[in-house]
DNA sequence: CAGTGGTCTAGACCACTTA
DNA sequence: AAGTGGTCTAGACCACTGA
């Protein structure tokens, strides 16, 4: 059961401070979206369940199956829920297509997609730098899982990748043996760890390539490589993973759409 | 006045094809959407002009209001419109503020942001090559306008650019005195051409700078850039500009946001 | 104060999926 | 046929802006 609008205007309109809900008037449909997302930061519901309905769903929290709608409308545009006339509401997952047309966007110069394979190179626990505390917001002193690999497509190496974690997050992962990685990391994280990417920022910029890209790729040190530099959200928008890529383009592009 | 839902739903049930609507159910939402874009298209409604209220239109439609707000939210979610309580709603404009967080990344290593500043090196009007033919969908032999220019941030050239865009569309381009040539072009084709860019595809890569790229930017042949090729779109999805161009990420990054 | 968008409700009916 | 989301309506009231 959640406050109502009304008793919160009214509240407002009084001289008293409403300490009720803090910071004055929300919305009785953003305080539902509050409660879906810790629902789903919680891991009551996890990637793949299905909510209940609509009216279930308004009767549990004492509002119109409308102000759901809105909260459930709103959590779809943001790809949190993936909504089927007939079927239900479930929770998003990182399933092949999401990650090849959401989170993957490098395609081939043609504009055809594909997920590149993945070798893992190293897989160790240790240390975080002072960068990696600082972009993953680790405590000093923290360690880190970080995992090295090696991605081809149409058997090409085409990108060398650094993946740090917090170890102490993604504890099991250590153990993991390295040939039970899985391409789609994300997948991973959502299945074992109930953690949900749902946001990234990706910063590029173009760098010669050293000696150990131009190893991996078997390329010329000094070539220049799209280099991507991606820290992962979780839903509660706390960092989960930082991820430095750097990519052959002569093949491929990054792909962009802004809008 | 548009087709209600109820009659198309229930002529698509009889066994006779609908030809009212050809391709059978559509929304009524949708239906006032289409009108509403074509609206900015044909530009009856302008950048920055103020829509009719939400009951006016509605009694113009002969919808209910609700149904109306549904297509605005719709059309302010692709930032195609903005609303404000209080004001009305208005024809979204390439001001400086979505110039700069919507259509620029570039952002400084710290993060900062700032609209680079824009030198012109050329603009001539000449026969379209035929990369400029398919990219701008343009017939063989037809004409563009071509400009060259250096764009500087903090008084440090930070990238060369080449725009194309149909000669025939945007004739009286050829004529503005060089020094005239806003360093926001978008809006430019806004105020004076009726042209809404509402979205763009950016294809990155890293490439060498030549030895052109490398003069204008002071820095040695060869170095990587970061290469943006953008096809900017108007709000009926035509292509409307091609633009290449070649960016020192040394001081910079390229920002590209997931969700 | 009038006018505008924002929230919330209640109810009807349609479209789609599954059994 | 039952259950789910999708569309549409009508009406009440709140929040914000500007004259």
Redesign the pocket.
Known sequence: MVE???K???S??AKLPDLSDGIG?R???KQVKDSFIQQMVNGDWRPGDK?P???ELAARYG??Q??V?KTLDELAAQNLLV???????FVATHNPDRALFHFFHLVGDDGSRQLPTSRVLSRVKRLATSDEEKRLGLKPGSNVICIERVREMSAIPVIVETIAVSAKRFSGLAKVPVEDLPNNLYELYEEKYGVIIYQAEEYLSAVAADATDAEHLGIEPGLPLQQIDRLALSVDRRPVEWRMSRCLTTQHRYLSLID
Chains 1, 2 share one sequence.
């Open positions: 109502t609008a009304k919160t205007g009214k407002r309109d008037f919305p009785l449909y909510l309905s609509e009216f509002v119109s409308g102000t709608r909504r089927q006339q007939g079927r239900g509401t």
